[in-house]
């Protein structure tokens, strides 16, 4: 019997960071890895690789995901933002650039290992529900491990653009 | 010493935001993984599956033509090119280890032992070799249990130690029987502190390059101390230190655990050496929990006797825990040990005292230094022990440790055990905390609760912890491990300074102390200093991070070399001038007489006439606007910090859930360097406090098999379960340097896992129940509750 051979690779083209890109992918490498790793675009960082740290997480279509629970070859036709491209000032109405800022001067950020994930994360809630409580703002970073704050400073800058941004 | 010269400058204590964040938050840092030379292999390791077992036989040969893959390394590969390396520290007494290698050669002694090493040309790849190799394992008889590793009839993991000990310590004072014989109260306990790890975000990581046309070997190392890493490497593989260059780029995490030696990392650099290209391994997080070294897993048993008035007449501890099959190497596995036999109670007029710490091997993960290395466990008994004799005695547990703190005349304290505790604000610590988080207030409200069926608890904690340690700590022990640190600062041709500093950053904010007390002492702006770190080709000889020693250390080194390029501008100036320096001062990057502010030269003119119109320099005068200048802690074995925490927890007596409400810490660190940077180490150190305290533990099978090694059974605390951590500061600086700071990092993980259980037991009480085992899960709570049997 002629089984047909799964294919090893595929074609796909995306968008990352409003750039089109049109690359012959391993079917099953993850979207963090061909990120890092084929495009350098390293501030996607890899901690756990099955979905539980978040150092991970990016924008596709809009919507953060997990870059390690998510295949490269499922982001075919997706528009995909990494840290590099929201922390190139005005993404997202600047909400990523409040919130740099804030992280900056409250020191909300020690290794830095978590950051850029954490920005993102936190990105979606400021846009999402700026009136967002203090409790809602632990909760919805719930899902971004910070082994080195105690997540108070991160919470505290997070407020802070909040803060601003619902003008309360 | 006379108080630092600040020179008018603030930014000593000034809460600036770090330079070198900048990069991090736009995702610009750069971590090891981060780095892809030309060439560069990647490195997959097959670990063994058992806890115990004999490698019957090993087949690479299928792995070794497999797709990508370049080189298969075995045990004995490496073996042939790597010396073996003990763990043992020499000033310790009796310590014993025996010898281990990168990778195991004949048998496997704990689940996650490096056996072997796969170099391909992708990771993946690299993995798919490695379920080529064909291994066949004999099972071996496993210890996993410390409290059975010295019975007769427990196999003995290393014959020709004669036994499962690697260390016994015993530390007495005074005549603790008599103590004991005329007690009128004695409370005792068995307290358990779970082995737990220290999870950092960023794995381990390392990218060895051997150049063997020039015989060079550059290392890119997720590591805290890049010169230790430096003489390992050239001791073991045989190469002069002129050979080996380590670099510790952005690092994601240290926490101590990148303070030791692993086999699957020294293995790729095996694999450097002998291919002559780039080898890279990154642990992975499943690798990461059976590889990482990990930490507090003790038992003590202690008791303390006191007097009908409610005198502490004295102190016993039995302390157990079980290390890995090795102690670590080459910081040895005795740290921890050393920390609970010294420390128990030292907070307090203890009376006689008797402890004994001793180390078992097992065949569980690696076991070693981890932030605050033993001082959460002596903190759990010591306080435990206070909440215990304050309930006995029916005093309030705050004017119970008030009465028993050392008395302020009592400094300089030796303590039997060896360490010195120079100068601590323990009563002012109290009081401040109290204040702070309104005590009074909280225990009507606790009171009130109660009636209503809400029970809250309070915890107090205080601790007592060593920073800016000596050589007593390593060297002393035959340990190659640097005590002093140094800095190199030089002026540049525009007036900035350059400062190299043997200090190395894991986020802790290394970067920024070297910069704001450089700048401070200089007097030049904070913006003009550029900070160079953790490469031992561009900075001085040091031991990094670690023991809270950066700040201390590091930052005295800087001080002065700031002093020192200071005087040697001034000098220059004068000459120039034809007066005298100390009429000159610094500020602002402007040379100033000191009586008027008056401006005479700009740095920049001062750089620009040393180094471009040396015409304009007298024949006889040499300016030196590069210097070094070094510091060592040799006062004591180091200096002694203290500080005092509290949490206020609510206890859902049906579930035996526990919210945390509040929690306040007030630490002594000398002088701050920058309160922003400090308050946040003190919160991110307190919460891995708490995680012990409510959630992590490395559950492991009896047949040594770790059971929950994955972030998905591991629970750390996260954002939403963490409460907010207030933070105030009492000020002893230490006279053991001019800048007077003492360390800040590990303070928070000390005392905080103590104070939460303090804070459930006191939620208990009225229950009688009483939990003395972390982390405190609402089954230990149900169960001591009585509502599991």
Same mark, same amino acid.
């Given at each position: 019997?002629?089984?047909?051979?799964?294919?090893?690779?595929?074609?796909?083209?995306?968008?990352?960071?409003?750039?089109?890109?049109?690359?012959?992918?391993?079917?099953?490498?993850?979207?963090?890895?061909?990120?890092?790793?084929?495009?350098?675009?390293?501030?996607?960082?890899?901690?756990?690789?099955?979905?539980?740290? &978040? @150092?991970? #997480?990016?924008?596709?279509? +809009?919507? =953060? $995901?997990?870059?390690?629970?998510?295949?490269?070859? /499922?982001?075919?036709?997706?528009?995909?933002?990494?840290?590099? &491209? @929201?922390? #190139?000032?005005?993404?997202? +109405?600047? =909400? $990523?650039?409040?919130?740099?800022?804030?992280?900056? /001067?409250?020191?909300?950020?020690?290794?830095?290992?978590c950051t850029p994930a954490m920005l993102l994360t936190a990105a979606e809630l400021v846009a999402a529900r700026p009136q967002a409580s203090r409790e809602e703002i632990r909760a919805h970073?719930?899902?971004?491990?910070?082994?080195?704050?105690?997540?108070?400073?991160?919470?505290?800058?997070?407020?802070?653009?909040?803060?601003?941004?619902?003008?309360? | 010493m006379s108080a630092p010269d600040r020179s008018g400058n603030t930014t000593i204590g000034a809460a600036l935001p770090r330079t070198n964040a900048l990069r991090l938050l736009s995702g610009r840092g750069q971590y090891v993984d981060d780095l892809n030379p030309p060439r560069?292999?990647?490195?997959?390791?097959?670990?063994?599956?058992?806890?115990?077992?004999?490698?019957?036989?090993?087949?690479?040969?299928?792995?070794?033509?497999?797709?990508?893959?370049?080189?298969?390394?075995?045990?004995?590969?490496?073996?042939?090119?790597?010396?073996?390396?003990?763990?043992?520290?020499?000033?310790?007494?009796?310590?014993?280890?025996?010898?281990?290698?990168?990778?195991?050669?004949?048998?496997?002694?704990?689940?996650?032992?490096?056996?072997?090493?796969?170099?391909?040309?992708?990771?993946?790849?690299?993995?798919?070799?490695?379920?080529?190799?064909?291994?066949?394992?004999e099972e071996l008889p496993v210890v996993t249990d410390a409290e059975t590793a010295l019975h007769p009839d427990t196999p003995v993991i290393h014959p020709e130690l004669g036994g499962n000990l690697c260390f016994e310590r015993v530390v007495t004072e005074g005549d603790v029987a008599a103590a004991f014989a005329q007690a009128a109260h004695v409370v005792e306990a068995e307290f358990i502190t779970s082995r737990h790890t220290a999870a950092t975000l960023e794995p381990r990581t390392i990218l060895a390059d051997f150049n063997a046309a020039d015989g060079q070997l550059t290392v890119w190392h997720s590591t805290q101390v890049p010169y230790m890493m430096q003489w390992i490497i050239a001791r073991h593989f045989r190469l002069a230190e002129t050979q080996v260059r380590v670099i510790a780029p952005d690092v994601g995490g240290g926490f101590g655990m990148k303070i030791h030696i692993y086999g699957d990392e020294m293995a790729a650099v095996a694999a450097s050496l002998l291919l002559g290209r780039p080898v890279k391994f990154v642990a992975d997080r499943l690798e990461s929990f059976v590889g990482d070294f990990h930490a507090r897993g003790h038992r003590v048993r202690a008791r303390m006797a006191l007097s009908k008035d409610g005198d502490i007449l004295g102190v016993e501890a039995d302390d157990l825990y079980g290390i890995g099959p090795?102690?670590?190497?080459?910081?040895?596995?005795?740290?921890?040990?050393?920390?609970?036999?010294?420390?128990?109670?030292?907070?307090?007029?203890?009376?006689?005292?008797?402890?004994?710490?001793?180390?078992?091997?097992?065949?569980?993960?690696?076991?070693?230094?981890?932030?605050?290395?033993?001082?959460?466990?002596?903190?759990?008994?010591?306080?435990?022990?206070?909440?215990?004799?304050?309930?006995?005695?029916?005093?309030?547990?705050?004017?119970?440790?008030?009465?028993?703190?050392?008395?302020?005349?009592?400094?300089?304290?030796?303590?039997?055990?060896?360490?010195?505790?120079?100068k601590l604000s323990q009563h002012e610590a109290l009081e401040t905390l109290l204040q702070m988080m309104d005590y009074a207030g909280l225990r009507t409200e606790q009171k009130k609760l109660r009636t209503q069926g809400i029970h809250r608890g309070i915890g107090l904690a205080s601790f007592v912890e060593n920073s800016n340690p000596s050589a007593a700590t390593y060297g002393q022990g035959g340990v190659s491990i640097a005590s002093q640190d140094s800095c190199t600062l030089k002026l540049t041709a525009?007036?900035?300074?350059?400062?190299?500093?043997?200090?190395?950053?894991?986020?802790?904010?290394?970067?920024?102390?070297?910069?704001?007390?450089?700048?401070?002492?200089?007097?030049?702006?904070?913006?003009?200093?550029?900070?160079?770190?953790?490469?031992?080709?561009?900075?001085?000889?040091?031991?990094?991070?670690?023991?809270?020693?950066?700040?201390?250390?590091?930052?005295?080194?800087?001080?002065?070399?700031?002093?020192?390029?200071?005087?040697?501008?001034?000098?220059?100036?004068?000459?120039?001038?034809?007066?005298?320096?100390?009429?000159?001062?610094?500020?602002?990057?402007?040379?100033?007489?000191a009586q008027s502010g008056e401006e005479v030269m700009t740095l920049e003119a001062v750089a620009r006439t040393a180094y471009f119109r040396t015409d304009?320099?007298?024949?006889?005068?040499?300016?030196?606007?590069?210097?070094?200048?070094?510091?060592?802690?040799?006062?004591?074995?180091?200096?002694?910090?203290?500080?005092?925490?509290?949490?206020?927890?609510?206890?859902?007596?049906?579930?035996?859930?526990?919210?945390?409400?509040?929690h306040w810490v007030v630490d002594d660190c000398g002088t701050v360097i920058n309160p922003l940077l400090v308050d946040e180490q003190i919160r991110g150190a307190c919460v891995q406090g708490i995680g012990a305290a409510l959630f992590e533990q490395c559950v492991y099978s009896p047949e040594g098999q770790l059971m929950n090694g994955s972030l998905m059974d591991y629970l750390v605390p996260m954002a939403g379960e963490m409460p907010d951590i207030e933070v105030g500061h009492t000020c002893t600086p230490t006279a053991t340097s001019e800048l007077g700071a003492k360390g800040a990092g590990e303070a928070g993980t000390a005392g905080a896992s103590a104070a939460v259980l303090n804070a459930t037991n006191d939620a208990l009480g009225p229950f009688g129940g009483v939990v003395s085992e972390i982390p405190v899960t609402p089954e230990r709570i149900l169960r001591a509750l009585g509502r599991l049997s």
């Amino acid at each position: 019997m002629n089984t047909p051979k799964p294919a090893t690779e595929l074609d796909v083209a995306f968008t990352v960071n409003g750039e089109r890109v049109e690359r012959r992918v391993p079917v099953r490498q993850n979207l963090a890895d061909f990120l890092r790793d084929t495009l350098g675009l390293t501030g996607t960082h890899v901690g756990c690789e099955h979905g539980v740290c &978040g @150092a991970c #997480t990016l924008r596709c279509n +809009g919507v =953060i $995901v997990r870059a390690c629970l998510m295949l490269a070859v /499922q982001a075919d036709g997706a528009d995909i933002v990494t840290i590099e &491209g @929201a922390a #190139t000032g005005n993404y997202d +109405g600047a =909400i $990523v650039a409040d919130l740099q800022r804030e992280f900056h /001067q409250r020191n909300a950020l020690q290794c830095g290992f978590c950051t850029p994930a954490m920005l993102l994360t936190a990105a979606e809630l400021v846009a999402a529900r700026p009136q967002a409580s203090r409790e809602e703002i632990r909760a919805h970073l719930s899902g971004n491990y910070c082994r080195c704050t105690g997540y108070q400073s991160i919470v505290d800058a997070v407020e802070s653009v909040c803060r601003s941004r619902s003008g309360t | 010493m006379s108080a630092p010269d600040r020179s008018g400058n603030t930014t000593i204590g000034a809460a600036l935001p770090r330079t070198n964040a900048l990069r991090l938050l736009s995702g610009r840092g750069q971590y090891v993984d981060d780095l892809n030379p030309p060439r560069c292999l990647h490195a997959a390791v097959l670990r063994s599956p058992y806890a115990h077992a004999r490698i019957a036989s090993l087949d690479v040969a299928a792995a070794a033509i497999a797709p990508g893959v370049v080189r298969v390394l075995t045990g004995r590969d490496v073996a042939a090119m790597c010396d073996p390396y003990v763990g043992v520290l020499k000033h310790v007494p009796g310590m014993q280890s025996a010898a281990q290698l990168p990778l195991a050669v004949d048998r496997a002694c704990w689940q996650g032992e490096p056996v072997a090493l796969v170099a391909a040309t992708t990771r993946a790849e690299a993995e798919d070799a490695l379920a080529l190799i064909e291994i066949e394992w004999e099972e071996l008889p496993v210890v996993t249990d410390a409290e059975t590793a010295l019975h007769p009839d427990t196999p003995v993991i290393h014959p020709e130690l004669g036994g499962n000990l690697c260390f016994e310590r015993v530390v007495t004072e005074g005549d603790v029987a008599a103590a004991f014989a005329q007690a009128a109260h004695v409370v005792e306990a068995e307290f358990i502190t779970s082995r737990h790890t220290a999870a950092t975000l960023e794995p381990r990581t390392i990218l060895a390059d051997f150049n063997a046309a020039d015989g060079q070997l550059t290392v890119w190392h997720s590591t805290q101390v890049p010169y230790m890493m430096q003489w390992i490497i050239a001791r073991h593989f045989r190469l002069a230190e002129t050979q080996v260059r380590v670099i510790a780029p952005d690092v994601g995490g240290g926490f101590g655990m990148k303070i030791h030696i692993y086999g699957d990392e020294m293995a790729a650099v095996a694999a450097s050496l002998l291919l002559g290209r780039p080898v890279k391994f990154v642990a992975d997080r499943l690798e990461s929990f059976v590889g990482d070294f990990h930490a507090r897993g003790h038992r003590v048993r202690a008791r303390m006797a006191l007097s009908k008035d409610g005198d502490i007449l004295g102190v016993e501890a039995d302390d157990l825990y079980g290390i890995g099959p090795y102690s670590g190497y080459p910081r040895g596995s005795a740290n921890e040990g050393l920390q609970v036999s010294n420390l128990v109670c030292a907070a307090y007029r203890r009376g006689a005292y008797r402890a004994v710490s001793r180390a078992v091997f097992q065949n569980k993960a690696m076991y070693g230094q981890y932030r605050a290395v033993g001082h959460p466990v002596a903190c759990l008994v010591s306080e435990g022990l206070m909440d215990l004799a304050a309930a006995k005695l029916g005093i309030d547990p705050a004017e119970f440790r008030r009465r028993h703190y050392l008395s302020p005349e009592s400094y300089p304290l030796k303590l039997a055990g060896g360490p010195v505790l120079e100068k601590l604000s323990q009563h002012e610590a109290l009081e401040t905390l109290l204040q702070m988080m309104d005590y009074a207030g909280l225990r009507t409200e606790q009171k009130k609760l109660r009636t209503q069926g809400i029970h809250r608890g309070i915890g107090l904690a205080s601790f007592v912890e060593n920073s800016n340690p000596s050589a007593a700590t390593y060297g002393q022990g035959g340990v190659s491990i640097a005590s002093q640190d140094s800095c190199t600062l030089k002026l540049t041709a525009t007036g900035g300074v350059v400062a190299a500093s043997s200090i190395t950053e894991c986020g802790q904010g290394g970067y920024a102390v070297i910069q704001q007390v450089v700048a401070a002492v200089c007097g030049v702006p904070f913006a003009q200093v550029k900070v160079v770190i953790g490469d031992t080709e561009t900075t001085p000889v040091g031991g990094g991070v670690w023991g809270s020693r950066g700040t201390g250390i590091c930052g005295e080194a800087a001080l002065q070399a700031g002093k020192a390029l200071k005087a040697n501008i001034l000098a220059f100036v004068a000459r120039l001038q034809e007066s005298e320096a100390s009429l000159y001062d610094i500020r602002d990057g402007q040379v100033i007489r000191a009586q008027s502010g008056e401006e005479v030269m700009t740095l920049e003119a001062v750089a620009r006439t040393a180094y471009f119109r040396t015409d304009q320099v007298p024949k006889d005068f040499q300016p030196e606007l590069t210097v070094t200048r070094s510091y060592a802690q040799k006062t004591y074995n180091g200096a002694y910090t203290n500080g005092i925490q509290a949490s206020y927890v609510e206890v859902d007596t049906e579930t035996g859930f526990i919210k945390l409400l509040g929690h306040w810490v007030v630490d002594d660190c000398g002088t701050v360097i920058n309160p922003l940077l400090v308050d946040e180490q003190i919160r991110g150190a307190c919460v891995q406090g708490i995680g012990a305290a409510l959630f992590e533990q490395c559950v492991y099978s009896p047949e040594g098999q770790l059971m929950n090694g994955s972030l998905m059974d591991y629970l750390v605390p996260m954002a939403g379960e963490m409460p907010d951590i207030e933070v105030g500061h009492t000020c002893t600086p230490t006279a053991t340097s001019e800048l007077g700071a003492k360390g800040a990092g590990e303070a928070g993980t000390a005392g905080a896992s103590a104070a939460v259980l303090n804070a459930t037991n006191d939620a208990l009480g009225p229950f009688g129940g009483v939990v003395s085992e972390i982390p405190v899960t609402p089954e230990r709570i149900l169960r001591a509750l009585g509502r599991l049997s």
